[in-house]
């Protein structure tokens, strides 16, 4: 189970540290880490020329494996869980399962690595006379530079405009990378260096129904491993349950592990994921909770927070690695329940980019990956565009297009959006996310990626799991490998006709629908600082963009906002007050 843990690993070049740069790190980190300071918790080890700090807001040391674990004279710690704690004993082992990232030290030796999918991060900085690793980008920018003035590395901000979330390495702060998934960066006797291990390559395509769930095997077994430890939670597990693919999986795991559990679902009692959830909740016994959202048919406005203290929020716990267009979970005191969802389930089926794909031709899948790194060229300088260009090329250039669109989803859509978003959740407590788990991404990747595509391997999970659920159909579209192949194998299953996703007619969003006076908002801070951005996008397109009353492209509207309130000092600083909510009303 997760929570924020944060750690910041210092080794010299020279002999030693400078004691003026520990005392920074300890004065920096109630900037760095976005809680209350009166929670944060921490410990310090320190050896000859190295040193590595750990904070966090976890009520106790009852967290297994604790902030430092300590052999032979190192120290380990573990950002994130590992599915059994006892493995620490055994990392950095690539194989290791669990959400984590690994931080070990020693005299003039400092390791840190980086699971399947970077989920929880690792950055990296250096100076004339040390080497900084840290898992938050602003700490260990905070530590590199001389004094509280932050240096952006404009350039890199390009992918936050096009997409809201970074498709490379880079970070918002001159000086500071994300350490590459699946890597290890080792610091000795002064002297950097970074390795990465290749991730899992897709075995052959099953064609038997015995091949078929011996592939299936690995999978299944990762996946029983992630939650067996919730058996002896004090609490049921809470899952957000809905008419969907992923979340079903879940359910079914948690039943095949006889792990209690309880589900949530949001929705009208007439919504799919509604009803499809209490068929589900009725054939495992569970009890079901449904909430329903606010009704709006009678009210034609909403009073929205001021974007400023949206986007201040959202450059706190993501450090402007994420559009304040998502809506970040806000901070609650730290709670033990375990919670889980669904996030991360493409990692099963493929991966985000490749599931909206029709053509898979190679043809096809290059256009995806172009389309991907290059949104929206109109907008961007020359510079930015081949900025992005350049980023796109060696993903452009791997042979198997399958593999590298899903290892793009991994590498960014997982591990720099997710990664980014997910530290509002942890903040709160016991997040569970078994889709994360580095020995289920492992499996993940070696099953054949058309197979994965055709959603038939997830389908027999759920059989496998709890064969009850194989009369209950799926909310939106059919599952992929029944549309035209029911009764293709006499021994196959053939699943309910699915329900298909329901309208709401007149259901809006204030995000999607921003209305005039949110837009006016938007388009003051954004044409109010075109200078700080002109560096990555055409003013003129910029303003045309916001011409209109409403303007036409509210992600790319709040993706510039965020941006521009980032490079103008929003954060750090003290939170905006008394900033009057927004009206937006109705279309």
Not at 459 to 464: A, D, K, M, Q
Request: aromatic share 6%.
């Amino acid at each position: 189970m997760d929570a924020v843990r944060v750690y910041l690993g210092l080794a010299a070049k020279g002999q030693a540290i400078d004691p003026r740069i520990l005392d920074r790190a300890r004065s920096v980190i109630e900037t760095a880490f976005p809680v209350p300071p009166d929670v944060i918790r921490g410990r310090e080890w320190h050896g000859a020329g190295v040193s590595l700090f750990a904070w966090s807001n976890e009520p106790d040391d009852t967290r297994r494996p604790p902030l430092f674990h300590e052999t032979s004279g190192n120290v380990t710690g573990v950002n994130g869980h590992l599915a059994d704690p006892e493995d620490v004993t055994r990392l950095p082992d690539p194989s290791v399962g669990g959400c984590y990232s690994t931080w070990t030290a020693g005299d003039r030796t400092l390791t840190a690595t980086t699971a399947a999918n970077r989920i929880c991060p690792v950055f990296y900085a250096e100076t004339a006379g040390l080497h900084i690793v840290a898992s938050r980008a602003l700490l260990a920018h905070l530590i590199a530079q001389r004094d509280e003035r932050l240096a952006f590395d404009v350039m890199a901000l390009q992918t936050m405009v096009r997409s809201g979330y970074f498709l490379s390495d880079e970070t918002p702060y001159l000086g500071v990378a994300a350490l590459p998934a699946n890597s290890r960066l080792d610091v000795r006797g002064g002297s950097r260096t970074v390795t990465g291990e290749e991730l899992p390559r897709a075995a052959p395509a099953p064609t038997t129904r015995r091949e078929k769930s011996a592939a299936l095997d690995e999978l299944a077994a990762a996946l029983l491993a992630t939650v067996a430890p919730l058996r002896s939670a004090a609490e049921p597990v809470n899952l957000a349950l809905t008419g969907g693919r992923d979340t079903r999986i879940l359910a079914a795991l948690l039943h095949a592990a006889k792990v209690p559990f309880r589900v949530t679902t949001n929705g009208l009692d007439t919504h799919p994921d509604v009803i499809l959830a209490r068929r589900i909740a009725a054939e495992l016994k569970l009890e079901h909770t449904v909430i329903a959202p606010p009704q709006t048919e009678d009210r034609d406005a909403m009073l929205v927070e001021h974007p400023l203290a949206r986007a201040w929020e959202t450059l706190r716990t993501c450090e402007g690695m994420t559009s304040a267009y998502e809506s970040i979970v806000g901070y609650l005191p730290y709670s033990t329940t375990p919670t889980m969802s669904g996030q991360g389930g493409e990692t099963l089926r493929g991966g985000s980019l490749n599931l909206l794909q029709t053509d898979l031709s190679d043809r096809a899948l290059l256009r995806r990956i172009g389309a991907t790194f290059l949104k929206d060229e109109k907008l961007f300088t020359a510079a930015a565009n081949e900025h992005a260009r350049e980023q796109a090329r060696p993903w452009q250039e791997r042979p198997d297009k399958l593999e590298a669109l899903h290892h793009i989803y991994l590498s960014y859509r997982v591990g720099r959006w997710q990664a980014g978003a997910r530290a509002g959740a942890l903040r709160r407590g016991d997040s569970v996310r078994p889709y994360l788990d580095n020995r289920v991404v492992r499996a993940a990747l070696s099953l054949d990626r058309r197979w994965s595509l055709s959603e038939e391997p997830i389908y027999s999970l759920i059989l496998r799991f709890a064969p009850k659920l194989r009369k209950i159909p799926i909310e939106g579209k059919p599952w992929r490998f029944v549309d035209g192949q029911a009764g293709r194998w006499p021994w196959s299953h053939v699943p309910p006709p699915h329900l298909p996703t329901a309208r709401t007619g007149g259901g809006w969003s204030w995000r999607t629908s921003p209305g005039p006076a949110l837009t006016g908002v938007l388009r003051e801070q954004v044409l109010g600082s075109l200078d700080a951005l002109e560096t990555i996008v055409n003013p003129d397109e910029v303003r045309a963009m916001f011409a209109d009353p409403v303007v036409t492209k509210p992600a790319t509207a709040w993706n510039l906002y965020t941006v521009s309130t980032l490079l103008t000092g929003l954060y750090p600083g003290k939170r905006p007050e008394a900033l009057e909510r927004v009206t937006v009303y109705r279309p």
